[in-house]
């Protein structure tokens, strides 16, 4: 493994778990401070860290709901009280709630909205308002999904905060070009993480997503934080106002029969 990330700092929300426990760790190892954010899951928080530190790198945990200006922060003060920088963000933290358009409650609107786009666009804004005070460069990255583009049936309120991730993504990457900030977007299509526990669980509904997927496979939470490592990095530099899928083929997927 490379060194890439050394000096650097960097946030990755919702890394207690799945795409975000793999990027924190992979960042980790190259050379970056991480900050684990969790809201729920404590104990998958701790297992990130300790796999960290396991592997001689430095993290910490800090608990915050991204769904709440005031947490987010916090949580950018916190990181900066405890490791006195913040180079790299991270909007990993995302939910999904099925229910067909005409069922899907307020509740249920809040929720994912909330957490998926509220909580990336105000994390965002205090991390970036730290960076603009202090005249220094930053790398942003949302995880956002092939639904940021490609429909998805009864996941109506997911579609609309990942459509509005893209916008949110090209927006911040003209205006905070000047900052010396990048923004780009990582979309990955169907990956092997709790956010699928109940696609994996039925095999019917698996197999017709497999045959959707050129490649066949589902992809793992490792591949997806290569290319999150790789976009953090100082080889990625030149790179900003773009999305990035990671999907097996899945949004190029065409079939005739
Ligand atoms: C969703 C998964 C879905 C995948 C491919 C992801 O963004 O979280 O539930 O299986 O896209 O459709």
Known sequence: MTNRLTGKVAIVTGSSSGIG????????????????????????????????????????????????????????????????????????????????????????????????????????????RRLRDAKLPGRIINI??????????????????????????????????SLGITVNNIAPGAINTPINTALLANKPKLNALLANIPLGRLGTPEEVASLAAFLSSDEAAYITGSTYAIDGGLLRNYHEQ
């Not at 109506?156 to 205006?175: F, I, Q, W």
Request: hydrophobic share 45%.
């Open 21 to 128: 426990q793999s990027i924190a760790i992979r960042l980790a190892s190259e050379g970056a401070s991480v900050v684990i954010d969790y809201v729920g899951q404590p104990d998958g928080a701790h297992d990130t860290l300790a796999k960290i530190q396991s592997a001689g790198g430095k993290a910490i945990t800090i608990q915050a709901n991204v769904s709440s200006i005031a947490e987010t922060q916090s949580l950018i003060d916190q990181t900066y009280t405890q490791l006195g920088r913040c180079d790299i963000l991270i909007n990993n933290a995302g939910i999904e709630k099925e229910a067909a358009f005409c069922d899907v409650t307020e509740a249920e609107y809040d929720a994912v909205l909330g957490v998926n786009l509220k909580g990336a666009f105000f994390l965002t804004q205090a991390f970036v």
């Open 144 to 177: 956002s999904s092939v639904h940021e583009d490609m429909v998805f049936p009864n996941f109506s309120t997911y579609c609309a905060s990942k459509g509005g991730m893209r916008m949110l993504m090209r927006d911040l990457a003209v205006e905070l070009g």
